[in-house]
C-alpha cells in the first residue's frame, strides 16, 4: 500500500508540474518581469538588511537599493546603445575584411585540394543592422513596460523583507527554506559576480591591445553571459574571436580564444573555492538541463533564470518529506 501511495503522490506531483509549465510557458511573457524581480529581490535583500542593521529606515533602504538597481540599468543601456551605434559606423570596414579573409580561406582550402566556393553573407539593405526607428520605438515600448513592472514588483517584495523575519517566530520551517535557498543563491552569484567581473576587464584589455573595435563591449559581453553556467563564455566569445579573425587572421582568433579561456580559468581558482555545483548543491547534468528547460518555457530570460529557479524548485522539493528524494537526485554526486 505504501508503494501505491508514493506511486500517486509523484503522479500527482508530475501532473502539478506538467500544469504549471505549461501555464507559466504560454504566460511568459508576463510571468518574466516578475521573476526578474523576484530574483533581484532576493540579491538585494542583504543590502537592504545591512543598511537596517546601521539604523537606516525601511523604506529608505529599499529606495537607495532600487535606485541602484535604476541608475545601472539606465548606464547599461547607454553603454551599450553608444557601443553598437560605434559597431554599426564599423560594419562597411568589417565587410570588406570579411571578403578578405574569405577568398583567403578558399585559397587554403584549394591548396589543400577543398574546391569551396564560399561566399559571404548578404549585407542588409542599407549596409547596417541597426533596425528602423518603428521597430527601435516599439521595443523600447515593451522594455520600459516590464522595466516599470520589475521595478515595482521589486519595491514591494523588499518591503515584505521585514514581515518574513517577524514572521520566522511562526513559520520557522518555512522561513529557514527561503533563508538558506537566498544564501546559497547570493553565495554563487556573489563569486561568480568577482570571477566574471575579473574576467571581463582582463579580457577587454586583450582586445584593446588587440585593437579589436568596442573591446568593452565584447567584455561587458563576457561578464554578463558567463553568468549562464557553461553555455554563456562560449556564446560571449564568438564575436571577439570572429573580429579578430576579419582584423588579424587565424593567428589572431586563436590569441583571443586562448586568452579568453586561460582568463577564465585563472578567475574561477581565484574568485570560486568550490566548484559551481558544490556551492549551489545542484549536478552540473542537472544545472546544464535547467538551462535548455527554462529558455524554452521562459524564452531568453530563462537563459540567466534557471540557476535561480532550480535551486528554488529544489528548496520547495526538499521541504516535504515525500519529495526530499527528489531534491537528492538533484545534488551533485559525492
Known amino acids: 500500500m505504501t508503494g501505491d501511495a508514493d506511486l500517486s503522490s509523484l503522479a500527482h506531483l508530475i501532473i502539478i508540474v506538467a500544469v504549471l509549465t505549461a501555464g507559466v510557458h504560454l504566460a511568459a511573457a508576463l510571468v518574466n518581469p516578475v521573476l526578474v524581480a523576484f530574483v533581484l529581490s532576493i540579491f ?101 513596460i516590464d522595466f516599470l513592472v520589475i521595478i515595482i514588483v521589486t519595491v514591494f517584495m523588499l518591503l515584505e523583507v521585514s514581515g518574513i523575519t517577524e514572521e520566522k517566530k511562526t513559520e520557522a520551517s518555512v522561513v529557514d527554506h527561503l533563508i538558506r535557498f537566498g544564501e546559497n543563491l547570493n553565495g554563487y552569484v556573489a563569486a561568480k559576480f568577482r570571477a566574471s567581473l575579473a574576467t571581463g576587464f582582463v579580457t577587454s584589455a586583450l582586445f584593446l591591445a588587440l585593437g579589436i573595435e568596442t573591446p568593452f563591449l565584447w567584455g561587458l559581453l563576457i561578464f554578463l553571459l558567463s553568468f549562464i553556467p557553461f553555455l554563456g563564455l562560449p556564446i560571449a566569445s564568438v564575436p571577439p574571436i570572429g573580429l579578430a579573425w576579419l582584423q588579424h587572421g587565424l593567428g589572431g582568433a586563436l590569441v583571443v580564444l586562448v586568452g579568453i579561456a586561460v582568463v577564465d580559468v585563472v578567475a574561477r581558482k581565484v574568485f570560486i573555492a568550490d566548484p559551481a555545483e558544490r556551492r549551489l548543491g545542484l549536478s552540473p547534468l542537472v544545472i546544464v538541463l535547467s538551462v535548455f528547460f527554462w529558455t524554452w518555457v521562459l524564452g531568453v530570460p530563462g537563459l540567466f533564470l534557471a540557476v535561480p529557479l532550480t535551486l528554488m524548485a529544489k528548496a520547495a522539493l526538499e521541504f516535504s518529506e515525500e519529495t526530499r528524494w527528489i531534491a537528492g537526485l538533484l545534488g551533485p554526486a559525492e
Open 44 to 144: 538585494a535583500t542583504p543590502v537592504v538588511h545591512r543598511l537596517e542593521a546601521k539604523g537606516v529606515p525601511g523604506w529608505v533602504a529599499v529606495l537607495v537599493c532600487i535606485g541602484g538597481i535604476v541608475g545601472v540599468s539606465l548606464a547599461l543601456i547607454a553603454f551599450l546603445s553608444t557601443s553598437v551605434i560605434q559597431l554599426d559606423r564599423a560594419v562597411p570596414a568589417y565587410q570588406d575584411l570579411l571578403k578578405t579573409q574569405t577568398a583567403g580561406l578558399q585559397a587554403v582550402l584549394a591548396g589543400w585540394g577543398i574546391d569551396l566556393n564560399l561566399q559571404p553573407p548578404a549585407s542588409p539593405g542599407d549596409g547596417t543592422f541597426v533596425p528602423p526607428l518603428e521597430t527601435i520605438l516599439a521595443g523600447l515600448t515593451v522594455l520600459v
